[in-house]
T-cell receptor, first 115, second 114 residues
Framework: DAGVIQSPRHEVTEMGQEVTLRCKPISGHDYLFWYRQTMMRGLELLIYFNNNVPIDDSGMPEDRFSAKMPNASFSTLKIQPSEPRDSAVYFC?????????????FGDGTRLSIL | AQTVTQSQPEMSVQEAETVTLSCTYDTSESDYYLFWYKQPPSRQMILVIRQEAYKQQNATENRFSVNFQKAAKSFSLKISDSQLGDAAMYFCAYRRYRDDKIIFGKGTRLHILP
């Protein structure tokens, strides 16, 4: 079974450009989470979806950040315009509510560098 | 609000020795779940072990075991017979019962010395 797939693996772009990160969750998982990881702040939850519907976006730092999940097998996290302080590793994770102790399955992350 | 604290930013252990990583959490809930995740240099987050708060018995997975002290709100991870492949960042995590979100600590970077 394929795990959570994220693309791109690395992204380097200039300040002001639009950045789109992509995620394909594990088939059958109905929860999808977007995290940001930095040295200073650790792993922060940005937003999560249940059955393609955003449930909690309180972690989204600014209006420059937006996330969508048009169907059960695809989600995007978009930053427009990007800023150097957005540089981080962004993770997507998915899980199923088949038991409250079920863990989240993480993708390999996207390392984003904004110059 | 629930918080998870890992007080050791970095630790080192000699190969084949035992090491314990500390984690404390703050919650007013009685039902919840605790996890340890491992993040090697490849960046992927891997579940190491999980514990249900209602279970008194400490979880064990091969060389990994936990010391769960509910009253003290402590959840430490013990790695026995450390191997070079155990070198990674380890995250302690908390999930309230019936909640969708997991709260992560800031991590402990573990170095294995050959």
């Amino acid at each position: 079974d394929a795990g959570v797939i994220q693309s791109p693996r690395h992204e380097v772009t200039e300040m002001g450009q639009e950045v789109t990160l992509r995620c394909k969750p594990i088939s059958g998982h109905d929860y999808l989470f977007w995290y940001r990881q930095t040295m200073m702040r650790g792993l922060e939850l940005l937003i999560y979806f249940n059955n393609n519907v955003p449930i909690d976006d309180s972690g989204m730092p600014e209006d420059r950040f937006s996330a969508k999940m048009p169907n059960a097998s695809f989600s995007t996290l978009k930053i427009q315009p990007s800023e150097p302080r957005d540089s981080a590793v962004y993770f997507c994770a998915s899980s199923t509510r088949g038991g409250w102790n079920q863990p989240q399955h993480f993708g390999d992350g996207t390392r984003l560098s904004i110059l | 609000a629930q918080t998870v604290t890992q007080s050791q930013p970095e630790m080192s252990v000699q190969e084949a020795e035992t090491v314990t990583l500390s984690c404390t959490y703050d919650t007013s809930e009685s039902d919840y779940y605790l996890f340890w995740y491992k993040q090697p240099p490849s960046r992927q987050m891997i579940l190491v072990i999980r514990q249900e708060a209602y279970k008194q018995q400490n979880a064990t997975e091969n060389r990994f075991s936990v010391n769960f002290q509910k009253a003290a709100k402590s959840f430490s991870l013990k790695i026995s017979d450390s191997q070079l492949g155990d070198a990674a960042m380890y995250f302690c995590a908390y999930r309230r019962y019936r909640d969708d979100k997991i709260i992560f600590g800031k991590g402990t970077r573990l170095h294995i010395l050959p």
